[in-house]
T-cell receptor, first 114, second 116 residues
Framework: GAGVSQSPSNKVTEKGKDVELRCDPISGHTALYWYRQSLGQGLEFLIYFQGNSAPDKSGLPSDRFSAERTGGSVSTLTIQRTQQEDSAVYLC????????????FGAGTRLSVL | AQTVTQSQPEMSVQEAETVTLSCTYDTSESDYYLFWYKQPPSRQMILVIRQEAYKQQNATENRFSVNFQKAAKSFSLKISDSQLGDAAMYFCAYRSAIGTASKLTFGTGTRLQVTL
């Protein structure tokens, strides 16, 4: 089927506003990951979901960041009270299961905080 | 914690020539996976090649091959017969094979330019 879908493709917001980023994984993929790519940097892990297990939130940079995954499919990453340092590309990936299966990435959401 | 280092911020290669991108990593684990991902301007990360640490044979995918040196913790990517479409950012990544720690740890990337 279709690949990992992310929306919006680009988001411009004002400092202090809340934003929601959406990720629609590949159908049947039980694992879902969020990464952040700041300008000129590699990808930084944020959070991952695997089936009904508790998510691994160890990469979230502050309590302004949260994510949920409803019905084991679509995920939303929420950033509250955005700051300029939150400006980055947010990438979502999914895989069939943890272990050796490959992570497939979406095209990301470019977030610009003015 | 694992770290991945790519010491070449930019590389350039002429079309049809061969180029090697370097990657080193640090880990205390014995079982893990290594990846090279390509990121074109479209931003979507595309898997180029994958290596399983317990396999001594170097992975190959068409024009792409790796030189995996486990003792040296080195994982370089060789691109043969370079094409204009190979121009992109290339990221080296590590993933543990232990338990559920399946997140990818990335290097900072190498920008590859392909010239005529």
């Amino acid at each position: 089927g279709a690949g990992v879908s992310q929306s919006p493709s680009n988001k411009v917001t004002e400092k202090g506003k809340d934003v929601e980023l959406r990720c629609d994984p590949i159908s049947g993929h039980t694992a879902l990951y969020w990464y952040r790519q700041s300008l000129g940097q590699g990808l930084e892990f944020l959070i991952y979901f695997q089936g009904n297990s508790a998510p691994d939130k160890s990469g979230l940079p502050s309590d302004r960041f949260s994510a949920e995954r409803t019905g084991g499919s679509v995920s939303t990453l929420t950033i509250q009270r955005t700051q300029q340092e939150d400006s980055a590309v947010y990438l979502c990936a999914s895989s069939l299961q943890t272990g050796k299966n490959i992570q497939y990435f979406g095209a990301g959401t470019r977030l610009s905080v003015l | 914690a694992q770290t991945v280092t790519q010491s070449q911020p930019e590389m350039s290669v002429q079309e049809a020539e061969t180029v090697t991108l370097s990657c080193t990593y640090d880990t205390s684990e014995s079982d893990y996976y290594l990846f090279w991902y390509k990121q074109p301007p479209s931003r979507q990360m595309i898997l180029v090649i994958r290596q399983e640490a317990y396999k001594q044979q170097n992975a190959t995918e068409n024009r792409f091959s790796v030189n995996f040196q486990k003792a040296a913790k080195s994982f370089s990517l060789k691109i043969s017969d370079s094409q204009l479409g190979d121009a992109a950012m290339y990221f080296c990544a590590y993933r543990s094979a232990i338990g559920t720690a399946s997140k990818l740890t990335f290097g900072t990337g190498t920008r590859l330019q392909v010239t005529l």
